[in-house]
């Protein structure tokens, strides 16, 4: 079918518009999160989430097969009217701690760009916009900024929308002309 992609920075609102945008499709809503609890802070943050969105999303936790969930999601039975990922960054970030070559993730990202495409139900994947600040000063932390750059040219030349939450505001990148959008 179609997906959109959103990036922004933390606490953007992509999240947030990305659900609004979702309750508009039909009742069967599925939210895969990335995201792994390693603290207490995160528990409590994603708890948060999870009391937000109630009982609007089934939740899936896919923190290194987002790729192969979506494939299974997009055979019969499982039909969902629309699926919401967050986020493309840390699975990203997951898979380059779990030591998988560059090569392989980007494949992976082939991969999940051409699922999403072909897909019998609308995704919308949230992203966050990395590599404006200063240069990593880790080799790692230059990986990750590399490769999530790369993913989102690869991603964006498929998404049928691509937004971008900055300042409070969403903006429209595709399809043109801009749109401005609260967030
Ligand atoms: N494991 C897990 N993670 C979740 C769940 N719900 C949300 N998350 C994670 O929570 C993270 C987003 O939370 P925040 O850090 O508060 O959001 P943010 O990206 O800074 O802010 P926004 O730009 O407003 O979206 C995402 O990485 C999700 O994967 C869940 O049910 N389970």
Not at 47 to 74: C, K, N, Q, W, Y
Not at 106 to 111: C, F, M, P, S
Not at 164 to 177: D, E
Request: glycine share 6%; with cysteine; hydrophobic share 45%.
């Amino acid at each position: 079918m179609s997906f959109s992609l959103i990036g922004g920075g933390a606490r953007s609102g992509k999240s947030a518009f990305a659900l609004r945008r979702a309750l508009q499709r039909g009742p069967e809503r599925i939210f895969i999160a990335t995201a792994q609890a390693f603290d207490d802070e995160m528990r409590a943050r994603i708890d948060r989430h999870i009391a937000e969105r109630g009982s609007d999303f089934t939740t899936l936790e896919a923190p290194h097969d987002l790729d192969e969930v979506m494939r299974r999601l997009a055979l019969p039975p499982t039909r969902p009217d629309v699926v919401v990922v967050d986020c493309l960054t840390l699975w990203l970030s997951n898979l380059l701690l779990a030591d998988l070559p560059h090569e392989a993730i980007e494949r992976r990202v082939d991969a999940l760009a051409e699922v999403l495409a072909s897909a019998p139900f609308h995704t919308w994947l949230v992203t966050n916009e990395v590599g404006m600040g200063l240069v990593p000063e880790t080799p790692l932390g230059r990986a990750f900024r590399d490769i999530s750059g790369r993913a989102h040219q690869r991603l964006a030349r498929s998404a049928s929308e691509v937004y971008l939450a900055a300042l409070g505001m969403v903006l429209r990148l595709r399809p043109g002309p801009v749109e401005l959008a609260e967030p």
